[in-house]
């Protein structure tokens, strides 16, 4: 059963406007959050993270928003840039020491 | 060379065949890390090491073997395996073990089982 979901597999935005990727996760033992950004034939990179005691946290355009009662997370990106075209994945942790649970992706095209 | 590399790229093997994946980490890091990605499924944590003792093993079949022979490499031996272990094969390493230390990830290695 997976504890981490990305209901959305994949989502098209036009440039300019706000892309909204979802998570939800089941397990209320997780404390830490993070989103990775994946191009094709690389790795996924470190995009950003959010700590369980807090509700937002804003880089630049990207902001991730935590609802602990609701156990659902959220990346927004502001205004979107068609080099934000990548496959997003949100990961989860339950405390220090504890492996990261990762969701199954979400694929973001935005459009020129 | 920085970050996290992965040899090889791409891989093609049969199911008698003995092959081997390497992944090095040039970040000064402590814990490496190999997951695998199936298609449509989430990544799967596969093996952990910190300071090169093995501290995950996610019910990994033994036809899959990590060596970790310092901090800085790390291998996944690979043998007699089934065409349903086709995927993605991704090397990460990070400061320490745990979420809360940003996992860096290598650009994997494809492989195919035939």
């Known amino acids: 059963d997976q504890q981490v979901k990305q209901n959305s597999p994949s989502l098209s935005v036009q440039e300019g406007r706000i892309s909204i990727l979802n998570c939800d996760y089941t397990?209320?033992?997780?404390?830490?959050f993070l989103w990775y950004k994946k191009y094709p034939a690389e790795g996924p990179t470190f995009l950003i993270s959010?700590?369980?005691?807090?509700d937002k946290n804003e880089d630049g355009r990207f902001t991730v928003f935590l609802n602990k009662s609701a156990k659902h997370l959220s990346l927004h990106i502001v205004p979107s840039q068609p080099g934000d075209s990548a496959v997003y994945f949100c990961?989860?942790?339950?405390?220090?020491?504890?492996?990261?649970?990762f969701g199954g992706g979400t694929r973001l095209m935005v459009k020129p | 060379e920085t970050g996290v590399t992965q040899t090889p790229r791409h891989l093609v093997m049969g199911m008698t065949n003995k092959k081997s994946l390497k992944c090095e980490q040039h970040?000064?890091?402590?814990?490496m890390y190999w997951y695998k990605q199936s298609a449509k499924k989430p990544l799967e944590l596969m093996f952990v090491?910190?300071?090169?003792?093995?501290?995950e093993n996610n019910s990994v079949p033994s036809r899959f073997s990590p060596e970790c022979p310092n901090s800085s490499h790390l291998f996944l031996h690979l043998h007699t395996l089934q065409p349903e272990d086709s995927a993605l094969y991704l090397c990460?390493?990070?400061?320490?073990?745990?979420?809360?230390?940003?996992?860096?990830f290598g650009p994997g290695t494809r492989l195919t089982v035939l």
């Open positions: 990460a390493s990070s400061q320490e073990t745990g979420g809360a230390d940003t996992q860096y």
């Open positions: 397990n209320s033992m997780f404390d830490y």
């Open positions: 959010i700590s369980s005691i807090k």
């Open positions: 990961a989860a942790s339950a405390g220090a020491g504890n492996m990261l649970t």
């Open positions: 970040l000064g890091h402590n814990a």
């Open positions: 090491y910190n300071f090169k003792e093995q501290t």
